[in-house]
Structures are given as structure tokens and as C-alpha cells.
């Protein structure tokens, strides 16, 4: 796809809604290769110089994501890899699998998720 202004608004309205929906904060958008190779080193570390092999990548510690406009072929593609980018940032402890691909179709389809707690351990009395 082509970044244009138009289309960079589009993807951030998208990802506030998307994280509202999260219950996360809102993470910093970068759109392009530069973007990324641009900022800070300690913020992009482990996956800046290949980050342009991504359709997405997260960067927890810095809620930092990186849409890599110009390799997603279609919309469809787009909104996924939003979504996929922003379950990372709301299931920091969720590896790809099975539970994670479920957990991005739900978000693909409207379900919205309470803010991330730590469990703690149930005490019987």
C-alpha cells in the first residue's frame, strides 16, 4: 500500500479504537523503515534492522508498534496486522499459537478486553 496522509489518519483512528476496545494506552505509531531506524536505538532494539521484513512489529517495553505500510498488499491485510501488533501489547505474555490467533479474530470482530491485572493467588478461609 502507498502512505499517504489520508491513509496514515485512517490507521491511527483505527489503533484508538483498537486500543480503547484493549484497554491499553495507546502506542506510538511508526509507519515507515526510517521511522524506526530514526528513533532511539534502546527503543527499537532486536528487531530494527529487520523490521522492514514485517508486515508488524511490536516493541513492548517502549509501546512502541511499527506498520509496515508499504509491505501490506490490502486493507484486510492492514486491519489484521493492527489488531495482530496490538494483542501483543495486551497479552504481553501470549506467544503466536492457537490462543493468540483466537484472541486477534475476536478482536477483528468487536470484542473488547478488561484491562490486563495480575491474578493473584485465591486464599481459603
Known amino acids: 500500500m502507498k502512505l499517504d496522509p489520508e491513509l496514515k489518519l485512517q490507521i491511527l483512528e ?3 479504537i483498537y486500543s480503547n476496545r484493549f484497554s ?4 506510538t505509531i511508526l509507519l515507515t523503515t526510517k ?4 528513533a532511539p536505538k534502546e527503543m527499537t532494539e532486536g528487531r530494527r534492522t529487520s523490521a ?9 517495553q517502549h ?6 505500510v508499504r ?12 489488531v495482530h501488533e496490538l494483542i501483543h501489547m495486551r497479552f504481553p505474555y501470549l506467544a503466536h499459537g492457537k490462543r493468540f490467533n483466537k484472541l ?5 470482530r468487536g470484542k ?6 495480575k491474578r493473584t493467588k485465591a486464599h481459603a478461609i
Open 24 to 27: 491499553i494506552p495507546e502506542p
Open 14 to 16: 483505527k489503533v484508538g
Open 71 to 82: 509491505k501490506i498488499p490490502d486493507e484486510k491485510t492492514l486491519e489484521n496486522t493492527i
Open 104 to 108: 486477534v479474530r475476536q478482536g477483528l
Open 52 to 60: 522492514y521484513k514485517y508486515y508488524g512489529v511490536s516493541y513492548l
Open 35 to 38: 521511522e524506526v531506524l530514526d
Open 112 to 117: 473488547s478486553f478488561l484491562p490486563y491485572r
Open 63 to 68: 509501546n512502541l508498534v511499527f506498520i509496515n
